[in-house]
């Protein structure tokens, strides 16, 4: 490869790695923004769970057809669009002054940042191959879960040191800078990116479906990815600071650092499962074992938040919230791997792109869902104990869906 190609894919990558943090920070930051707005504007819990997942409506729909216009057009062309329109939703956010204006700017996040995960797959399908691949892909995981970890506790500082209007106002400021390197960058075009345009025109939505639902192993890990994705949403993405801080009255520090022990947990998850690379047969059988262990894990959260508000119970909660991460990141490249192995590479991103949209519309309907639970149960006892009851519905219908998934994977690679 030439040099001025190698620095070309090397800055196009890290502009598209940027977007992919963004998509995981913007996601899990209505943990932290959302309870901030309901305080201010007086919203209940049903209101804040239907526009925390107006985000998860656009993202879902850019997760399918996003994954077939970037093999189409390019992943920094579609990117550039995607990263003007998300600046337009933090601005939004910036002024906040209604909860139809967050509605608006929650919207206009997920339609922007939507593409951002199939972008980076796409990219790197065309452009890198063997260890390179493998490398870039690893580190793709770990800065999409570094957006998630910084999200939380670290984004609660900065919002009270510079507070949401300046914030939000810069990071719109950034998102359109960010769309501009990459307005540039898109001009550069690669021999394998031009190629890779021409099997664009030949993906079709209905074919990609036929070959999902025509394996036994893609229906698998499409149901375990519906499933883990729509629990992690509701409770990672949207309520676990407040429950965490429901449950430890006084702690308020600590608690808001839940999301991110969550997102430090998925990313040491990723690297643990970085050596997949044995048979179809193995990962199956060891996906089946995380989907166990994260069904665990979350099981014994549930507990913990229940058994005492002191600190050490909170130190505790803490420590299985990174059980829970780590399991999330097993189960995630699990999945990934999978998938790769179950399918070709011409088709792989925009498989990866209808799993990722179909599990982000379960993460829509579920994490309204819990808003509208909470509500529920807030009246029947407290406010602190309407969480447990939400959780414990919706983690039994989860697991029960994932355990049902686990049974269909083969782990044989598809003809």
């Known amino acids: 490869?030439?040099?001025?190609?190698?620095?070309?894919?090397?800055?196009?990558?890290?502009?598209?790695?940027?977007?992919?943090?963004?998509?995981?920070?913007?996601?899990?930051?209505?943990?932290?923004?959302?309870?901030?707005?309901?305080?201010?504007?007086?919203?209940?819990?049903?209101?804040?769970?239907?526009?925390?997942?107006?985000?998860?409506?656009?993202?879902?729909?850019?997760?399918?057809?996003?994954?077939?216009?970037?093999?189409?057009?390019g992943s920094l062309r579609i990117m550039t669009v995607g990263m003007l329109l998300s600046a337009g939703g933090t601005l939004c956010f910036s002024i906040g002054s209604s909860p139809a204006l967050i509605l608006?700017?929650?919207?206009?996040?997920?339609?922007?940042?939507?593409?951002?995960?199939?972008?980076?797959?796409?990219?790197?399908?065309?452009?890198?191959?063997?260890?390179?691949?493998?490398?870039?892909?690893?580190?793709?995981?770990?800065?999409?879960?570094?957006?998630?970890?910084?999200?939380?506790?670290?984004?609660?500082?900065?919002?009270?040191?510079?507070?949401t209007t300046v914030f939000f106002r810069l990071l719109t400021y950034f998102q359109i800078a960010i769309a501009v390197f990459m307005a540039c960058s898109s001009m550069i075009h690669t021999k394998n990116a031009e190629e890779n345009r021409k099997i664009g025109h030949q993906v079709h939505f209905k074919h990609v479906l036929g070959m999902i639902f025509g394996s036994r192993t893609l229906i698998g890990c499409l149901i375990i990815w519906i499933s883990y994705n729509a629990l992690l949403v509701a409770y990672h993405g949207l309520w676990c600071v407040k429950w965490t801080l429901e449950a430890f009255p006084g702690q308020d520090l600590l608690s808001s650092y839940s999301g991110t022990i969550i997102g430090i947990g998925i990313m040491v998850g990723c690297l643990l499962c970085d050596r997949v690379g044995f048979s179809s047969k193995g990962m199956a059988n060891e996906l089946r074992i995380h989907v166990c262990l994260q069904i665990a894990v979350f099981g014994l959260l549930i507990v913990v938040k229940n058994m005492a508000s002191t600190?050490?119970?909170?130190?505790?909660?803490?420590?299985?919230?990174?059980?829970?991460?780590l399991s999330v990141g097993m189960v995630c490249v699990l999945i990934t791997a999978l998938v790769r192995e179950n399918s070709d590479s011409s088709h792989n991103a925009v498989i990866m792109g209808v799993l990722n949209g179909l599990a982000n519309i379960g993460s829509l309907l579920f994490q309204s869902l819990s808003g509208v639970l909470i509500d529920f149960f807030t009246p029947i006892t407290s406010y602190a104990a309407s969480f447990t009851f939400s959780f414990i519905a919706i983690g039994t219908v989860f697991s029960i869906a994932m355990i049902v998934g686990s049974s269909f994977l083969k782990g044989q690679r598809r003809k």
Do not use: H
């Open 311 to 325: 600190t050490f119970f909170l130190f505790a909660d803490l420590a299985i919230d990174l059980l829970y991460g």
């Open 104 to 163: 608006a700017g929650r919207f206009l996040m997920g339609l922007g940042i939507g593409p951002a995960f199939v972008s980076v797959i796409a990219f790197l399908q065309e452009n890198f191959e063997g260890r390179s691949y493998t490398l870039w892909a690893g580190f793709s995981v770990m800065v999409c879960n570094l957006g998630s970890a910084c999200s939380s506790g670290p984004l609660n500082q900065v919002l009270r040191i510079l507070g």
């Open 1 to 73: 490869m030439k040099e001025r190609n190698r620095a070309f894919l090397v800055i196009a990558t890290i502009l598209l790695l940027t977007g992919y943090f963004l998509s995981a920070f913007l996601k899990i930051s209505a943990s932290i923004t959302m309870p901030m707005f309901q305080q201010r504007l007086g919203m209940s819990s049903s209101a804040v769970g239907v526009i925390s997942s107006m985000f998860f409506a656009t993202y879902a729909v850019m997760q399918v057809f996003g994954s077939m216009l970037c093999v189409r057009f």
